[in-house]
């Protein structure tokens, strides 16, 4: 096992790892920008170290700042958390070279994953479903049409390195595709240094799915069932639930077991999750996040694993703790992200939080790094908690959010708990009812705030 973690992330994630490693008796190590001094990361870590100044690319995800801090601080190993370096290939690699252990997969397995054409061509390979669509990237726009015609339309054109749902453009006709084509390759240059793009059919009414998996390195995987994620805006997860209410147990085995087997041929290390849509009984592979995911609470709940933990032990060397078997699916789990943002307009609210009263009791879990007088920074993302509960139905659970949203006092900025607290009494949620698009289309059908 390590002596000592060093934990390359911030917010509530570096919480939820210092949290794991403390549990292991692992020292920790902050790091943080010179916005993070008073972050809660770095109060209840063992040392911490200032990596630079606010800007992400000068401080979080500085490759060269964060290995000065390894070497000061003597740490042998990083957990990457999630966003940032978690699905940084080089940035594994230079930490292998190191001899310095990376908490994730192998560099080589981060970058088939993180180019989403090499992806989707692993997934046929290993007998994953796929979406429709190019064999590779699309560099002609004669080319393109004529894949378009042959798929149907709509079609998305999407960016091989994409992420955070940028690079991507739906054609809904001939007349739109040379524009989607253009648009996406300029916005993956800008945003990610690679104009390449491919194209898929564009699902209409999809869920997203997804499949958390384990694997020890050497050939063993497991699945721990899947999370719904169908709540998006601008193709962002807003709330995650698990199990899905759109599965039956037999559909459920069904696609872990075939992700699983997946992972076994790939001999795939550490915790990832491979996502899908699901459309009329059919599943179909879009990306694998090679990496701990924002929503992992809610498999945790219902599983009962701790999953940080589970990765540093692999990480470590041990073998998977649990079997297939062994895996048991306990109850329903909601979480909904607690974001500092006005809740329909998702403009950032950044500032003072002047009061904090977190909801509490049976089958309640807050994951957030903010406290009473804390101050959140302009300069990331603007989630700061998660709300999961935990009950023995989805009926419970929303009756449990329910009371939990209206314990929740958040002062001095805007949040996301409004929004929540008309969600869940929606009919279409409550019955389990909704879609990728729904969302959106609940938004714009209400008037907008600020
Ligand atoms: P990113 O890595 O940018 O998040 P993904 O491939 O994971 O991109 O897709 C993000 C979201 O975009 C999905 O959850 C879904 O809402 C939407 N999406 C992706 N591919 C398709 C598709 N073929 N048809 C319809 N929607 C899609």
């Known amino acids: 096992m390590f002596d000592k973690v060093l934990i390359a992330n911030r917010g509530e994630?570096?919480?939820?790892?210092?949290?794991?490693?403390?549990?292991?008796?692992?020292?920790?190590?902050?790091?943080?920008?010179?916005?993070?001094?008073?972050?809660?990361?770095?109060?209840?870590?063992?040392?911490?170290?200032?990596?630079?100044?606010?800007?992400?690319?000068?401080?979080?995800?500085?490759?060269?700042?964060?290995?000065?801090?390894?070497?000061?601080?003597?740490?042998?190993?990083?957990?990457?958390?999630?966003?940032?370096?978690?699905?940084?290939?080089?940035?594994?690699?230079?930490?292998?070279?190191?001899?310095?252990?990376?908490?994730?997969?192998?560099?080589?397995?981060?970058?088939?994953?993180?180019?989403?054409?090499?992806?989707?061509?692993?997934?046929?390979?290993?007998?994953?479903?796929?979406?429709?669509?190019?064999?590779?990237?699309?560099?002609?726009d004669g080319e393109a049409l004529k894949i378009a015609n042959e798929m149907g339309f709509p079609v998305l054109v999407k960016a091989a390195s994409g992420g955070g749902g940028r690079g991507m453009k739906v054609a809904r006709s001939i007349a739109d595709l040379s524009l989607a084509l253009s648009t996406a390759r300029s916005e993956a240059k800008a945003a990610f240094g690679d104009d390449a793009v491919y194209m898929e059919k564009y699902l209409q009414k999809p869920r997203h799915i997804e499949v958390q998996v384990f694997g020890d390195g050497q050939g063993n995987a497991v699945h721990l069932g899947e999370r719904d994620c169908s709540l998006q805006r601008r193709h962002q997860k807003v709330m995650e639930e698990a199990p899905s209410p759109a599965l039956n147990d037999a559909q459920r085995m069904k696609i872990g077991g075939i992700v699983a087997n997946a992972m076994r041929q790939l001999k795939y290390r550490g915790a990832g999750t491979v996502e899908f849509l699901y459309e009329d009984g059919e599943f179909y592979f879009i990306e694998m996040n090679t990496r701990l995911q924002v929503e992992h609470p809610v498999t945790e709940a219902i599983t009962g694993l701790d999953l940080v933990l589970e990765q540093i032990r692999i990480a470590s060397g041990a073998p998977l703790s649990v079997k297939q078997e062994d895996i048991t699916f306990s109850g329903h789990a909601i979480e909904c992200r607690i974001n500092a943002e006005t809740p329909r307009t998702f403009r950032p609210s950044p500032g003072k939080i002047t009061y904090w009263h977190p909801p509490g009791g049976l089958g309640v879990r807050v994951d957030s790094g903010v406290y009473q007088g804390y101050k959140i920074p302009p300069y990331y993302d603007s989630l700061i908690g998660k709300l999961i509960v935990h009950g023995k139905s989805r009926n419970e659970c929303l009756m449990r959010l329910r009371r939990c949203l209206s314990e929740f006092v958040i002062d001095g900025i805007e949040t996301t708990i409004p929004l929540f607290n008309e969600l869940i009494r929606h009919s279409d949620i409550v019955d389990g009812m909704y879609d990728i698009h729904w969302l959106e289309k609940f938004l714009a059908s209400e008037p907008k705030d600020g």
């Open 13 to 140: 994630i570096a919480l939820r790892v210092l949290r794991a490693c403390k549990e292991l008796g692992i020292a920790t190590v902050a790091v943080h920008s010179t916005a993070d001094a008073d972050a809660m990361h770095v109060r209840l870590a063992d040392e911490s170290v200032c990596i630079g100044p606010p800007p992400a690319a000068e401080s979080y995800l500085n490759i060269p700042r964060l290995l000065a801090a390894c070497e000061i601080t003597g740490a042998d190993a990083v957990h990457p958390g999630y966003g940032f370096l978690s699905e940084n290939a080089r940035f594994a690699e230079i930490l292998e070279h190191h001899k310095i252990t990376f908490i994730g997969p192998t560099s080589e397995h981060i970058r088939i994953m993180g180019d989403k054409i090499a992806a989707k061509a692993t997934a046929i390979r290993l007998g994953i479903p796929v979406v429709p669509g190019s064999k590779g990237a699309v560099t002609d």
